[in-house]
């Protein structure tokens, strides 16, 4: 087995069959890092001390022959806005450099109870803010497939460390595309599940304790295999202990799909030009990857948006943006304030009222979400799952001096601001629905190109169930990068 790229499912195996122990793995993992991760950047905490006597433990049970978790021995990092006991938790904020949790995130506390052994932490932009990933504690991480350009985020030292085989496995989070981006710039899977599956306590942002549920914010694994996905969820997904009591979590497993030429797949590759254009070359690739799906026997069709790209990237700015700018300075807030009164609806001009909005603003969009959601499920009574582009663009090169307002991705020559280029992942994300980012290819200048497969709301088991069709008929499966 090739620890480099070695799955979390075949390691946890190989750990319970004694062809390789858990401190081995660790080891293999801690040199790699010394090795490659100077270039990158990726994990920029690390608990060895306590993860070294951690695999000592999980070795002595598994040789003890006890029941073990569903993670056991399995080293692994988290992104660095999930609470770690004893180990510094600063989700990129210089006010948080020394902050050092004295409890575990709820999430990363289920992974500890399965078996896991939390190892390091990867590195987030500011208050995970931004699909580039740099800050001012721990500087910028580069892509694993060219270090002059973005991981994406703010999950992005999540996913290029597990690209470059320095993890099997991560915890992310996604309010606005923040596991799907990089998942897509760095050629991994990444599950952004159902809203309200996986619990966010313990996540920064919010503040540190904070007991509130932020809307919109989802939270889930990156790996190299969809296996691993699953066996994470299973893991980190269920209710908040004081909701335990009156619930437990059900996912739809749907109807049983067996054959990808049971499968009804729809595109919408060609909506939204409007609002984002997207690269020549990726189109392509998704295209392509479209194309393939039906010489394997899939019904495969170009549909319209069940809501139009504009109408769900204004739901997503108004739903969202507000919770963002509760951070913002009161003098920044204050000018963002004023533009309540500028007249207009440019996106631009939209995202900054609705950094300050008002609770009236979150009303209405709040029912504008809910009728956007009616019309996803009315598509998924004729359609299996949804593709999508993930970005307009392959992963771009960094662009960290700029004031975020004020940044654009080239998409062949158009200039597309950084708020409005991330409207594919906003508009899905605000309707709060399961998406699988699956990696579909390279694209010809050798970058990662991956695709949203969405599923309806609460059929997380169902959607990965069907990307694993998706992903034996037409993926490549992870390729590793080039390092």
Known sequence: MDLDVATATQIIAAIAARTVSSREVLEHLVDRIDRLDGDLNTVVALDLDRARAAAESADAVTASGAPTGALHGLPMTVKDVWETEGLVTTSGAPELATHVPTSDALAVGRL???????????????????????NDVYGVTNNPWDTSRTTGGSSGGAAAAVAAGLTPLELGSDIGGSIRNPAHFNGVYGLKPSWGVVPSRGHIPGPPGTLVESDVN????????????ELALDVVAGPLPEDAPG???????????????????????????????????????LEGYAARLADAGA????????????????????????????????????????????????????????????????????????????????????????????????????????PMLERHIDVD????????????????????????????????????VGVQAIGPFLGDRRLLRMAGLLDAAAGPGFTPPPL
């Open 247 to 285: 619930w437990h979590l059900r996912l739809d497993e749907g109807p049983a799909i067996e054959d990808i030429s049971d499968l009804r797949v729809a595109t919408v590759f060609h909506e939204g030009t409007d609002v984002v254009p997207l690269a020549s070359d990726l189109r392509s690739g």
């Open 413 to 448: 020559g158009t200039p597309v601001s950084h708020l409005v280029a991330m409207a594919w992942c906003g508009a899905v994300g605000s309707v709060l629905l399961p998406v699988v980012a699956l990696p579909t290819g390279l694209s010809p200048e050798g970058l990662p």
């Open 218 to 229: 989802c939270n889930g694994p990156l790996a190299r295999s969809l296996d691993d996905l």
């Open 299 to 402: 019904r495969v069709e170009a549909i319209s948006l069940p809501v139009p790209l504009a109408e769900g990237l204004l739901s997503w700015q108004e739903l969202v943006l507000p919770i963002i700018g509760l951070g913002l300075p009161e003098d920044a807030f204050a000018s963002f304030a004023e533009l309540d009164a500028v007249p207009g609806d440019d996106p631009m001009l939209v995202a900054g009222r609705a950094l300050a909005g008002r609770y009236r603003t979150w009303a209405r969009a709040n029912g504008r979400r809910q009728r956007q959601r009616a019309a996803w499920a009315a598509c998924f009574e004729h359609w299996d799952v949804v593709l999508a582009p993930v970005m307009p663009t392959t992963a771009f090169p960094h662009d960290v001096e700029r």
């Open 112 to 134: 500890r109870h399965a078996g896991a052994i939390i190892f390091g932490k990867t590195n987030t932009p500011l208050y995970a803010g931004d699909f580039q990933t740099y």
